[in-house]
């Protein structure tokens, strides 16, 4: 069974910058779909982006051209940078991952990081 820990979250500024990261471990994430999803006080998780076993990606229209998740399998590791952070990212980030080729109700989840942007 994989288990996920994410890591780097933490406060900053309106326009800054964080990576965040997922390592897993028990199996090699080469075998599992992976993303991000986030859930802020008040509201519903929502997807933030997603990578396939091929690599192909897909980015929620409120972070696209901001956000760019990225794995290295060898590193048994995903990643999310962020850029151009504003306040509406204020979220717990957590890592989800599928076994198979897409990430479809994902059923493995991390603990979350928390990332909290300052105006």
């Known amino acids: 069974q994989v288990q996920l820990v994410e890591s780097g979250g933490r406060l900053v500024q309106a326009g800054g910058s964080l990576r965040l990261s997922c390592v897993a471990s028990?199996?090699?994430?080469?075998?599992?779909?992976m993303g991000w999803y986030r859930q802020a006080p008040g509201k519903k998780r929502e997807l933030v982006a997603r990578?396939?076993?091929?690599?192909?990606?897909y980015h929620s229209d409120s972070v696209k051209g901001r956000f760019t998740i990225s794995r290295d399998n060898a590193k048994n590791t995903v990643y999310l940078q962020m850029n151009s952070l504003n306040s509406e990212d204020t979220a717990t980030y957590c890592c989800?991952?599928?076994?198979?080729?897409?990430?479809?109700?994902?059923?493995?989840w991390g603990q979350g990081t928390q990332v909290t942007v300052s105006s």
């Open positions: 990578i396939h076993r091929s690599g192909s990606t």
């Open positions: 989800a991952a599928k076994r198979g080729l897409v990430l479809i109700q994902p059923d493995l």
């Open positions: 028990g199996r090699t994430i080469s075998d599992y779909a």
